[in-house]
């Protein structure tokens, strides 16, 4: 169908109910842990991008709400974009005590119903293991068109170059070719996100490599 990505029917499938959707985003569907790995998230953006009061922040790949539930309070407005439908009708329910929330159904590839320069702060996180590259810098590309002058970004994938990372990348390749599942993790690398981050017009472009993780962040 033209404006379906396979993104969509894959992600769709994954969040039929509220539970599968939860093992997809964190693994588990307790939620104390998941509470756990919120904070965690929230730390990770308090010291990278910051958390104004003031800020309208926006979250590509919002899966079910596990960070914009505790981030809406902190911020003015929080956006919760995703490719799933069904990520979204789940987000709804567990966002529904705030009244500063908005989500928005993308089509997989571009933000294209926000504005260009509204908001103060993009991240993305994740996300991109489940994304082909050339996805990873569209939706770079277009965090750097929607925020405003000095506006922040975030984004975050599992590092190859982490020992995690390797392993990650391992459990895949040992797939045979004709037989890999449609969803399987792919890591990124320092280098990678840095040259997106850069060649779509950041400045100031930094990077921490924490656990498994390779973050980026960098103002427009
Ligand atoms: C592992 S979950 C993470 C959700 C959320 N960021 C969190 O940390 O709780 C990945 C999310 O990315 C969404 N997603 C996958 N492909 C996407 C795409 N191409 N565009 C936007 N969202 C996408 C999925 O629907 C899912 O909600």
Not at 156 to 164: K, M, Q
């Amino acid at each position: 169908m033209p404006g379906t990505t396979p993104y969509k029917q894959n992600w769709n499938a994954l969040a039929a109910t509220e539970e599968s959707a939860l093992l997809h985003v964190a693994g588990y569907a307790d939620e104390a842990k998941l509470r756990e790995a919120t904070d965690i998230t929230l730390e990770m953006l308090r010291i990278t991008i910051g958390i104004q009061p003031d800020d309208t922040m926006l979250e590509i790949g919002c899966g079910v709400g596990r960070v914009g539930e505790h981030l809406a309070p902190l911020v003015r407005t929080w956006i919760g974009c995703d490719v799933a439908d069904n990520m979204l009708k789940h987000a709804a329910r567990r966002l529904a005590a705030h009244t500063n929330v908005q989500l928005v159904a993308t089509n997989g590839y571009d933000l294209q119903a926000i504005p260009d320069a509204s908001i103060d702060a993009v991240y993305c996180t994740v996300v991109f293991m489940h994304l082909e590259e050339w996805d990873r810098y569209a939706y770079v590309r277009e965090a750097y068109r929607i925020l405003r002058p000095g506006g922040r970004f975030f984004c975050d994938n599992a590092n190859l170059e982490s020992e995690e990372g390797w392993k990650l990348f391992q459990a895949s390749a040992a797939f045979p070719p004709d037989s890999r599942p449609q969803h399987l993790s792919r890591c990124s690398t320092v280098p990678e996100i840095t040259t997106y981050l850069r060649r779509a017009g950041f400045q100031n472009v930094q990077t921490i490599t924490p656990g498994v993780w390779v973050v980026g962040w960098g103002r427009k």
